[in-house]
């Protein structure tokens, strides 16, 4: 009995197949690929080269990040032109690349959980104690 229900499975697939043959295809739709990336300006977020050079502009690598895919948000008032990379990055990961890159300027990239990436802000500025000498108590407890 095995057999015969795997013949009957082969002729049923086999009537299935020639019933697809045998009707007119829609046109497969024009446009982009499902592998390409549409969001970029850039057609391969691959051939874009990420400038980690001492003397490089901030900005642009953080650009060029953009570009290659990943989600940085930051405010053209906080990074200012004039920012330029220290010395060559070592890190490889993007997070500790950011953190390494913007640390020196007194910025750093938090997550970004509502749009997901990063945003770029400010340090958190510590609180600045000043510790004095203790002005002696004049009043009551004072001895004579």
Request: a positive charge; proline letters at 10%.
């Amino acid at each position: 009995m095995s057999r015969s229900w795997f013949a009957l499975v082969l002729m049923v697939c086999a009537g299935v197949c020639q019933a697809q043959r045998m009707g007119e295809a829609a046109p497969l739709p024009s446009g982009p690929g499902p592998l390409t990336d549409v969001r970029s300006n850039h057609p391969d977020p691959s051939a874009v080269e990420i400038p980690l050079y001492s003397g490089a502009a901030v900005r642009d690598v953080l650009q060029a990040l953009s570009d290659k895919g990943f989600t940085i948000k930051w405010d053209p008032e906080e990074v200012l032109p004039t920012m330029t990379l220290l010395e060559r990055p070592k890190a490889t990961r993007v997070d500790k690349l950011l953190t390494e890159i913007l640390t020196p300027w007194g910025l750093r990239a938090d997550h970004n959980m509502r749009d997901g990436g990063y945003r770029v802000r400010p340090s958190k500025k510590k609180k600045e104690v000043t510790v004095g000498d203790p002005e002696p108590a004049s009043g009551a407890g004072a001895s004579k």
